[in-house]
Antibody, heavy 119, light 104 residues
Framework: EVQLVETGGGLVQPGGSLRLSCAAS????????MSWVRQAPGKGLEWVAN????????YYVDSVRGRFTISRDNGQTSVSLQMNSLRGDDTAVYFC????????????WGQGTLVTVSS | QMTQSPSSLSASVGDRVTITCRAS??????LNWYQQKPGKAPRLLIH???TLQSGVPSRFSGSRSGTDFTLTISSLQPEDFATYYC????????FGQGTKVEVK
């Protein structure tokens, strides 16, 4: 089955760290860019970061650059998001997505994992 | 930056619904449309402005005029009440603010 499954969400204190993982299956992982998209409670979608097929190109939204790091393990067909210096406005459901290419839409989404930043 | 309008609309089954998205600079045709229902992940409807994603009903269509993009639902069905987002994929990625389609 073609799917993405995110894990790693939870409650973390402001200033803390969390690592999200996304396991991909059912397709040729190395053919695709991968992204993380988040959605704060009751709010719209915000693209967070993406990574190319071999991990050599990475891009971030300004609000997370320098705090978050996207990476991938092609052997394990997984993509991760290391989140440091977390703030309250990072509270959101984080979705992992598959992108066809550098200019492509997200044609496959995971179910999302909730990150709550609170003391 | 993507400016999506309206932020919400009320419609009835069978209505023709139009949602627009304006880009602040050229994005060529790298504009995508998604549908999201409460508690669910978004679903890709249309990519590159007007190409229907596989499995999406033909009542959904997209068009482009310069930096203005339109999503049209030709005859609204009960399962179409949801929130719709545009997204540009030309310069990294940016989503519009969303349009909630509600029952009139």
């Amino acid at each position: 089955e073609v799917q993405l499954v995110e894990t790693g969400g939870g409650l973390v204190q402001p200033g803390g760290s969390l690592r999200l993982s996304c396991a991909a299956s059912g397709f040729t992982f190395t053919d695709f860019w991968m992204s993380w998209v988040r959605q704060a409670p009751g709010k719209g979608l915000e693209w967070v970061a993406n990574i190319n097929q071999d991990g050599s190109d990475k891009y971030y939204v300004d609000s997370v650059r320098g705090r978050f790091t996207i990476s991938r393990d092609n052997g394990q067909t997984s993509v991760s998001l290391q989140m440091n210096s977390l703030r309250g406005d990072d509270t959101a459901v984080y979705f992992c997505t598959r992108d066809g290419g550098t200019l492509s839409a997200a044609d496959l989404w995971g179910q999302g994992t909730l990150v709550t930043v609170s003391s | 930056q993507m400016t999506q309008s309206p932020s919400s609309l009320s419609a009835s089954v069978g209505d023709r619904v139009t949602i627009t998205c304006r880009a602040s600079q050229t994005i060529i045709s790298y504009l995508n449309w998604y549908q999201q229902k409460p508690g669910k992940a978004p679903r890709l409807l249309i990519h590159t402005a007007s190409t229907l994603q596989s499995g999406v009903p033909s009542r959904f269509s997209g068009s482009r005029s310069g930096t203005d993009f339109t999503l049209t639902i030709s005859s609204l069905q009960p399962e179409d009440f949801a929130t719709y987002y545009c997204q540009q994929s030309y310069i990294t990625r940016t989503f519009g603010q969303g349009t909630k389609v509600e029952v009139k």
